[in-house]
């Protein structure tokens, strides 16, 4: 790898899309210093959209869509304009903590667990399950506000142990019964906005859970987890599935990089980023179609706002609706004759919403075209196949931007 | 690690049978389906419908005459004036009009009590198991996939209509078709020499990027794809987002695909259609009703549809719910639960051991029939295969008589 290839590579996994630019500073700056950059903003809040109040009933749910499309709209303009990594850190704990506004019904409340989720997601685990076992849209997502001490209710308790926290096998069915009736008594509010704690509907009986025999209640229940041994590897599993090859681990990379970057998210981004397996990774992990649809946005300088609504629902991932709790598939799934279909269509549709970009390609010697092409989509090269199908459209350069964007060099990264 | 994905058997993860990988997401046109022809002689086909998210058996066929049923169940419990009467011990969900007009025809088999040891109540972990066939350490393998290493290979023998090869047609050397409906038209200046190139291998790709590359081949052979089936343009707001299955095109449509390629004499043998959004934790009983009614219109008219052809149809969940409802009005995640079958000569009535609603294995329905005897049986009489080579030894066999 050269070195713009390893800044190239950091940037493309950590941040949604670098561009050109991006990547010439960082080349500039140093891999230290890029990775210092890009991780510092992890952990600050911002300022949500008001899209205005939730409203019960059927003359709500009009609105609810319009709050939900705006929703998703003023994410994406945030996932364009930040070079770092921090919202794509919230895109992966959203995808990880998986909630649909299907069910939940509110974009005020999505938008407040993606709050929650900016604020704790790049610090210690501790701090952030405790606030997601009080955030509203997961409780609705999840049955929570059901669950009393009278019967219990699994859902949530079973999906925190098995996805979120721990993972398979390292919880028992008692621990999924003692974890729910640690759980009972809370409840969530589209009205409000909040979720609050009802004494008498928890039980406040001991339970064994986990190992521990006393009252728990969710805070304790939150200590349990991010205690547990199987914890860290189970989060350092899933960091690495989507940041570097797509696929689980070996049980030495999980110790090497839970040994160095200890119990805060940002740690263990770092320590995968700097990790010796990491660069080997380049080539094998396939784009998410947000990451796709936002990495080329970033590089070709589009406005969000001027992307259909369609395109993500036609590459198959919309934000705020995965398809279940086990949140979006991974790698191949997304590698299908539908979906190269729908990015051959959408690279067009992009390539018209960025006139500029074409004529600044446009402007480059056709003989030097191919490799304006890959330093634009920060693509390491082009395979002697791709070079040869580009090569047939670099007269036209629209046509060969758009066919830079749905090459197979450009779906992988 | 099983929790990543439910589609880990198609992640260029390691785990994934290397024939699967290279033919898993090989795409083939209807076309090729409805011209699928084979020397032999058609054997029957059988057509596998997963309902993920864990339906609720006790709900779905109803032990309304054991008190213990709405002793455990207060609120969402049917009682005899709601269920539809299969006799004087069970009903069908109110849903299930269609099915219970095949059972009065004996063209219905239920199985109760339908499980496998050592339940696991992990939607994701459950299906894996059901869908490899192995309770104890599910592998990179689906039952369909190693009965097709052994028929031969050829994808189009088991077809299915999902945008995501199921795991369950994942073979170690072979690997089911997808057939991808809606809208295949190429966009507009997208060239079969753009396909073919994009389409060429590059020496030493890494396997993902090689699939990607591979993805425009598969494009090459899928032309003129589905006429009178039309993309999914709109989601749909109103479906349930409880599903622990991936999105899949309207049971209706995949359905109305598989009568299209059998009456049009494809030689296929093995169509696989999904359905999800089971899941029910609370409110259960009117939306369980609700979506056990998008089950059975579409395929009580797809039963009478193949009535004269050798067609049979066998639906199963991941797991039943706990025998005890929640507080919630809904049910949590439980153990065994029934499996119907339906048509081409399955005689008609109830089989099996229903399982005790008193007698819990921690509140849960003790399992009563192991799944792989109606997997044996599906293979020996259904598809004319030996049982025991697919299910690693398993002599079990479901029984009629």
Known sequence: ?413 | MDTITRRRFLTASGVVAAGALAAGGTAYGLRDILDFRSEKPRGRTLVLVTLYGGNDGLNTVIPYADPAYAANRPSMAYDEGEVLRLDDEFGLNPGLAGLHRLYGQDRLAVVHGVGYPKPDRSHFRSMDIWQTAQPDRPGTTGWLGRWLDDAGGDPRLAVSFEPVLPPLLAGATSAGATVPGGALTLPKGVTPQVLAGFGTPAAGEPPARARAAACFADLVKVRDLVDGVIADDEADDDAPATATGGQAPPLERQLALVARCIEAGSATRVYSVSLGGFDFHADEKGAQESILGTLDKPLAAFVERMADRDVVVAVYSEFGRRVRANASEGTDHGTASTVLLAGGGIPGGRYGEPPSLTDLDDGDLRHTTDFRDVYAMLLADVLGADPERVLGGWTGRLRFS
């Open chain 1, 1 to 413: 790898m050269t070195d713009r290839d390893t800044v190239a590579h950091l940037l493309r996994r950590l941040t949604f899309g670098p561009t050109a630019a991006e990547v010439d500073a960082a080349l500039e700056a140093g891999v230290g210093a890029t990775l210092d950059a890009v991780l510092a903003p992890i952990g600050r809040t911002v300022t949500l959209p008001d899209l205005g109040a939730f409203q019960p009933g059927k003359e709500g749910r009009q609105d609810a869509r319009r709050q939900a499309r705006e929703a998703v709209q003023w994410w994406l303009q945030r996932m364009a304009a930040q070079p770092g990594a921090a919202e794509k850190l919230t895109f992966f704990w959203h995808g990880h903590w998986a909630t649909s506004i299907q069910k939940v019904r509110s974009a005020p409340l999505m938008l407040a667990q993606q709050q929650t989720l900016r604020r704790y997601g790049g610090g210690d685990t501790g701090p952030l399950v405790r606030a997601m076992l009080r955030d509203p849209a997961l409780i609705l997502w999840l049955d929570g506000q059901r669950n009393t001490r009278t019967a219990p209710n699994e859902n949530l308790a079973r999906e925190l142990m098995e996805l979120f926290t721990l993972g398979v096998g390292a919880y028992t069915e008692d621990d999924v019964k003692a974890g729910a009736r640690a759980l009972t008594g809370w409840r969530a509010s589209r009205t409000s906005g909040t979720a609050t704690f009802v004494p008498r509907r928890h039980d406040p009986g001991p339970v064994t859970l986990l190992g521990h025999t006393g009252r728990v209640d969710a805070d304790t229940y939150a200590d349990l987890l991010v205690r547990h041994p199987a914890h860290l590897p189970h989060l350092v599993t899933r960091l690495w599935v989507r940041y570097g090859s797509g696929a689980a681990p070996d049980a030495a990379t999980i110790a090497r990089v839970t040994a160095a970057g200890g119990r805060s998210t940002t740690g263990l981004l770092r320590a995968i980023a700097t990790d010796p397996a990491f660069a080997a990774t380049a080539g094998q992990l396939v784009k998410q179609p947000v990451e796709w649809l936002i990495g080329a946005v970033r590089q070709l300088g589009i406005d969000t706002d001027t992307v259909p609504d369609k395109a993500l629902r036609a590459l198959g991932q919309v934000p705020f609706r995965p398809p279940s709790v086990g949140g979006w598939p991974v790698g191949a799934a997304w590698l299908t004759t539908s979906s190269t279909r729908a990015r051959l269509e959408h690279a067009q549709k992009l390539t018209a919403l960025a006139p500029d970009t074409v004529a600044e390609l446009g402007r480059s010697a056709p003989a030097a075209r191919l490799d304006a092409l890959a330093r634009l989509l920060v693509v390491d090269g082009w395979s002697e196949r791709t070079r040869a199908v580009l090569a047939d459209s670099a007269a036209d350069p629209r046509r060969l931007l758009a066919l830079g964007l749905a090459s197979p060099e450009y779906a992988v990264h």
